[in-house]
């Protein structure tokens, strides 16, 4: 049972380029999020899922976009990076049940966009 | 309606001291309150949480108090020790499998030896 993995951990890119961040759970969790921490603003969520196929946008979506083609993976995509861009992306999934509400993070991806 | 303020961003505190990390909300829908901790490059995992219904929760050496007439919750850590040494967050949720978790900003936590 490896949790919540993320792929890769590191990452440089030059402005322009795009990339895609990979997370993965074996849990069979139905809810996962693509959050970004940056020094001083905690954590801003990007994008979710509440469940195979579906997307919605968080707090900061713009220049990413996301896929949930598999239940146990979520991507997140840089179409054209941006310095702006550049931060610790954290994956998540949740377990909801009853009273009961985690959300277990993966080891996060560091980018650096040049 | 939807942020969560947290403070202090920063906290000293000498070993066996109670640190202790506040937050505050506005959305009264607001149901669950959990705090998450993170060590330097991990991801962040769920300490402690509570629920509107009680007034505080005690997990070993860490404590939730929570005042819901005045949208404010904290954290203390009883005998904080230099393992504690973390940054941790706060955050706030409202029921229903499309909410969102909403996170404060975080207080880095330094323990002295």
């Known amino acids: 049972n490896a949790g919540v993995t993320q792929t890769p951990k590191f990452r440089v890119l030059k402005t322009g380029q795009s990339m895609t961040l990979l997370c993965a759970q074996d849990?069979?969790?139905?809810?996962m999020y693509w959050y970004r921490q940056d020094p001083g603003m905690g954590l801003r969520l990007i994008h979710y899922s509440v469940g195979e196929g579906t997307t919605a946008k968080g707090e900061v979506p713009d220049g990413y976009n996301v896929s949930r083609l598999k239940k146990q993976n979520f991507l997140l995509g840089l179409e054209s990076a941006a310095p702006s861009q550049t931060s610790v992306y954290f994956c998540?999934?949740?377990?909801?049940?009853?009273?009961?509400?985690?959300?277990?993070f993966g080891p996060g991806t560091r980018l650096t966009v040049l | 309606q939807q942020q969560v303020k947290q403070s202090p961003q920063s906290l000293i505190v000498q070993k066996g001291g109670i640190p202790i990390i506040n937050c505050a909300y506005e959305n009264t829908a607001f149901d669950y309150f959990p705090w998450y901790q993170q060590f330097p490059g991990k991801g962040p995992a769920l300490l402690i949480a509570?629920?509107?219904?009680?007034s505080e929760k005690k997990e070993g050496r860490f404590t939730i108090s929570f005042n819901k007439s005045a949208k404010q919750f904290s954290l203390h850590i009883m005998d904080s020790q230099p393992g504690d040494s973390a940054t941790y967050f706060c955050a706030a949720s409202k029921g229903g499998s499309a909410s969102k978790i909403i996170f404060g900003s975080g207080t880095r936590l330094s323990i002295r030896p």
């Open positions: 509570i629920r509107p219904d009680v």
């Open positions: 849990m069979n969790h139905e809810y």
């Open positions: 998540a999934s949740r377990y909801l049940a009853g009273r009961a509400d985690t959300q277990y």
